[in-house]
């Protein structure tokens, strides 16, 4: 019997922690009272706020303004956003860290992508490139590949169904110096996560080299950046948000309906009497529509009933 209790709860854990199959939201900005920046524990080992920016490869200033700021109505479907800019062009390192006060997320396993909204209307990169941070600290980088091997990224331009893939340059960024220049794109991105791999100046655990990250340990993301120094003007503002991890980059994305199988065999169709009964009223279907998580909460409340149910049968038979 404690064997059968012990199976039953293994699989209701394992149900309610798996990876969505749209992947699991990293912050989409919506939920902060405040954005504070605090330390940087990557490089100065201190507590961390809601975000940091400062030098790309220290945890010192970089010598220009930076702002980071969330906005309104400049994200994905006229959400809220994360606006950066600064008033110079050095390279820039931003972090954006989970918090016990912000509640990010921080357990991402069986994803293999970091996907993420940007709007670089009117603006470009001479270099940028995206990583996370561990909770050691350790900070993993597209930039540590350095052309090691084909460092590929994909873009999912705002209004198109069709994925296009880029390639990351000689130096593990994108960027018009890297042959891959992102100036005036809006819409989705999507980096594989075996391309973050450990820088060496932030190697606090001494992992070997080319060492990837690790999805169930996420406690920041980091972007460096510059501006490109041909098209783009300095104090240019971009936008970033809904930063998710995903196990595949063509999944859903929020909001989305998934795609219907257009080979299923067509439902049968239940006569209108066996729909709705005095006993049995029908659904609302315009509010379950309007209410998926709880249609989610309803699902998993059922799977764990189901469960219970075949432990109980399992447990008399046993008896």
Not at 253 to 262: R, V
Request: aromatic share 14%; charged share 20%.
């Amino acid at each position: 019997m404690k064997r059968i209790t012990l199976i039953l709860t293994l699989i209701c854990f394992a149900a309610m922690f798996a990876l969505p199959a749209s992947g699991a939201l990293f912050t989409d900005f919506e939920g902060f009272d405040s954005f504070e920046q605090a330390g940087n524990p990557v490089y100065n080992f201190d507590e961390p706020g809601d975000y940091w920016v400062g030098a790309w490869d220290s945890g010192s200033d970089n010598g220009c303004v930076i702002t980071a700021e969330i906005v309104d109505g400049k994200g994905y479907g006229g959400s809220k956003a994360l606006a950066l800019s600064e008033d110079g062009n050095s390279n820039v390192g931003t972090y954006i860290f989970a918090t016990d006060k912000n509640k990010i997320r921080t357990n991402h396993a069986g994803a293999n992508y970091l996907r993420v909204w940007c709007d670089f209307t009117g603006m470009g990169f001479r270099k940028a490139n995206f990583g996370v941070a561990d909770s050691n600290g350790c900070l993993f980088t597209t930039d540590e590949v350095d052309g090691a091997w084909e460092c590929e990224f994909y873009y999912l331009a705002e209004g198109s169904d069709e994925w296009v893939t880029m390639t990351h340059g000689d130096d593990g960024c994108f960027g018009d110096a890297q042959d891959s220049d992102v100036y005036g794109f809006k819409g989705w991105f999507a980096f594989p996560l075996k391309d973050f791999t450990i820088r060496s100046n932030a190697n606090w655990e001494a992992l070997d080299p080319d060492t990837p990250c690790d999805p169930s340990d996420i406690a920041g993301v980091y972007l460096f950046w510059d501006y490109s120094d041909i098209t783009t003007d300095i104090g240019s503002v971009f936008y970033i948000d809904h930063i998710e991890f995903v196990e595949d980059y063509k999944s859903p994305l929020p909001g989305a309906e998934p795609a219907e199988d257009t080979a299923a065999e067509e439902p049968e169709v239940v006569p209108e009497q066996e729909l709705a009964t005095p006993d049995a009223p029908a659904a609302d279907t315009a509010a379950a529509a309007a209410a998926p998580q709880t249609a989610d909460a309803i699902a998993w409340a059922a799977t764990v009933a189901l469960l219970s149910g075949g432990g109980a049968a399992l447990l008399k038979k046993r008896r």
